[in-house]
């Protein structure tokens, strides 16, 4: 039975066999017989390598430790409102502050870099949206249609799953798009973001168009 430690775009916990690309954690989320009791503990939410060092813990969800998440991709942890480890991603993490101190000034360090990616990323017990023109978000970015999560690739929207990028639909070349990824982060995507872990699942290129010129 798959443990629930799968993190949508929506930044919900699921519980689903598929392998994600992504590992990280934001505390300590499980009881001491390991079923999840809450969202987040604390702002320090990280995206991580699968694999560092040689680390393995096992079995996963021990009581007292943190609770190990996994994320289809990138894209997927930065819509969930995770940035790059400052430990196992160090290149990543030292580039991505680099941004952060152009977009936000004096603003330095991870302590502030969470503060307020936490404020941009949840709305009391819930996940904050917030509108943007559809032909100004970076390829990376997620937002919401029908309810679903939808990758912005190219020209084309992609239906999120576990497993991978679905359904394909016409990016609309207008118009105003109810934007998951946090505004901060929406920045690093359009900065060019390559990092250590994949920015996309592989199905993304599958589904997906050849870019924008």
Same mark, same amino acid.
């Given at each position: 039975?798959?443990?629930?430690?799968?993190?949508?775009?929506?930044?919900?916990?699921?519980?689903?066999?598929?392998?994600?690309?992504?590992?990280?954690?934001?505390?300590?989320?499980?009881?001491?017989?390991?079923?999840?009791?809450?969202?987040?503990?604390?702002?320090?939410?990280?995206?991580?390598?699968?694999?560092?060092?040689?680390?393995?813990? +096992?079995?996963?969800? &021990?009581?007292?430790?943190?609770?190990?998440?996994?994320?289809?991709?990138?894209?997927?942890?930065?819509? +969930?409102?995770?940035?790059?480890?400052?430990?196992?991603?160090?290149?990543?993490?030292?580039?991505?502050?680099?941004?952060?101190?152009?977009?936000?000034?004096?603003?330095?360090?991870?302590?502030?870099?969470?503060?307020?990616?936490?404020?941009?990323?949840?709305?009391?017990?819930?996940?904050?949206?917030?509108?943007?023109?559809?032909?100004?978000?970076?390829?990376?970015?997620?937002?919401?249609?029908?309810?679903?999560?939808?990758?912005?690739?190219?020209?084309?929207?992609?239906?999120?799953?576990?497993?991978?990028?679905?359904?394909?639909?016409?990016?609309?070349?207008?118009?105003?798009?109810?934007?998951?990824?946090?505004?901060?982060?929406?920045?690093?995507?359009?900065?060019?973001?390559?990092?250590?872990?994949?920015?996309?699942?592989?199905?993304?290129?599958?589904?997906?168009? &050849?870019?924008?010129?």
């Amino acid at each position: 039975m798959p443990l629930q430690n799968r993190v949508t775009p929506f930044s919900e916990l699921v519980a689903d066999p598929a392998r994600g690309l992504v590992y990280g954690n934001r505390g300590c989320l499980h009881d001491s017989v390991g079923r999840i009791h809450r969202h987040h503990n604390g702002r320090r939410w990280i995206a991580c390598r699968l694999t560092f060092r040689g680390w393995h813990r +096992a079995p996963l969800l &021990q009581p007292g430790r943190f609770t190990e998440l996994f994320f289809l991709d990138e894209a997927t942890a930065f819509a +969930a409102g995770h940035r790059p480890c400052a430990l196992c991603r160090r290149d990543d993490y030292v580039r991505f502050g680099a941004i952060w101190v152009e977009l936000h000034g004096g603003e330095a360090g991870a302590d502030a870099i969470d503060a307020r990616l936490h404020a941009e990323r949840r709305d009391g017990p819930g996940q904050r949206r917030h509108p943007a023109p559809f032909e100004e978000l970076p390829d990376g970015a997620f937002v919401v249609l029908d309810d679903q999560p939808w990758l912005v690739h190219g020209w084309s929207l992609l239906r999120w799953t576990a497993a991978g990028y679905a359904d394909r639909a016409p990016r609309p070349a207008r118009g105003q798009a109810t934007v998951i990824t946090p505004p901060s982060l929406l920045v690093v995507l359009a900065s060019g973001w390559h990092s250590a872990v994949p920015l996309l699942h592989q199905t993304a290129q599958l589904h997906g168009d &050849q870019g924008r010129s």
